[in-house]
Each structure stands twice: as C-alpha cells, then as structure tokens.
C-alpha cells in the first residue's frame, strides 16, 4: 500500500528576492557605516591622539543619514590623547549631531562630550612645574574631591591633604586643609594653583573629580568645527 504523499510547500520567488534585496541592503548600510567610521578615526587621530581612535557611528538605516549630510551620533574611544606635558588616557567622546563637510563648509558638530583621566603623574607634573619636589597621589578611597600632596622640606617630606577645586578657565586650586607640621612652614604651599592643558577643538573643562587612579576630567563642546 502507498502512502498518501504530504505536497511540497514552494517558498515563493518574491519572498525570497525580498529577503535577498533587504540583506543586501543591511549589508550595504553597514559597510558604509564602516567605511565612514574608519574614515573619522584616520582623521581624528592628529589631534594629539597616542594611536588611532576606535569610531563608532550611531543609527540605523546609515545610508539615508549620509545622504542628508548628517549623522546622529558618534562614539570615539582611544587609550591616550596628549594634551601639553601630559597625556589623558582612557578617552571617551561623544558628538550629537555631525554635519559632514561640503564645498567650502568644515564638518560641525552640534554637541560634544568627553571624559579622560589625568594619571597622578601628569597632575604632579602640573602642580609640581614651579615646586620641585612635590609629588600629588590619592587621599584616600572615597574622596572625589581631595589629593595627598608630598612636600619636600629642606630633607623632610611632609605628607599633607589638600582639596581640589575646578575655577573658570580650567584652573586647577590645590588648598591644603590638614598637615602634620605648624602651618607657617607650609606658607609657600598653602594654595597651588594650576592651570589644564588646552584642549583640542577648544573644549572647555566641565567637571573634575578624583579617583583612585588620577583626576577624571569631563570636557564639551557645542558648535564645535573641524577643520
């Protein structure tokens, strides 16, 4: 006896040029995306980065984003960024609102943020520029807003705590509030002021906040050209 045959279920042709037309697309969206991502990474890396940013271009379709002349968003990472005597590690930056450059018209960017870290070195380096001798690291766990300082004394090195505030213009006010010595020998070192390295773009310093690692500095940027 036959068995009653189960008929065979043909996808159908428009299905599957449809399918075909869409991944095409997706992948020609990403490779766009891709293209222009490396593209910003090549040439964003001279404005002092310690090697070739990681890039990240926000949004999905890309391709009508291109077209506009216009990308939602970018993300940018890189390990280090030398900024005068120092270099910040650790950077992250996002731009809101790109406007790709045309004839005669630098690329733009609406709004820019970023964030990086000032290893201890590099604030001794800053605050130490006219004060040899005198070294900055942690206070102490959570105390954002406060650095140990090492002062060299004749051949005594004092260990005293000091404040740290951010003022306009991206100065930097060391202000000793407690030491194991009167206060008169610390007269010279009472306030130590300096001032951040300029930055590229002319980003301004938002905010500072110690960590154990350095100073966590956060940085933006509105209306900002590339040139």
Known sequence: MRLPTVPRRRVPITLILVLALAWGAFGA???????????????????????RPGVTVEGFPFLTQLISGRLDGVDLTAPGLRAGPVTVTDVHARAIGVTLSSAGHPATIAHLTGAGLIPFSGLTKLAGAHLPGLAVSAAGPHKPDQVALHLT???????????VSLSTGGLVVLHVISAPVPSFLLRQFRVITFRLPALPLRLTVHSLMITHAGALVSVRGDDVRLG
């Open 29 to 51: 969206d990403r490779l766009a995306a891709t293209i222009v991502s490396g593209r910003i990474a090549d040439r964003t890396e001279s404005y002092g980065f310690t090697a």
């Open 153 to 163: 004394l004749a051949v005594v090195t004092v260990t005293a705590v000091a404040s």
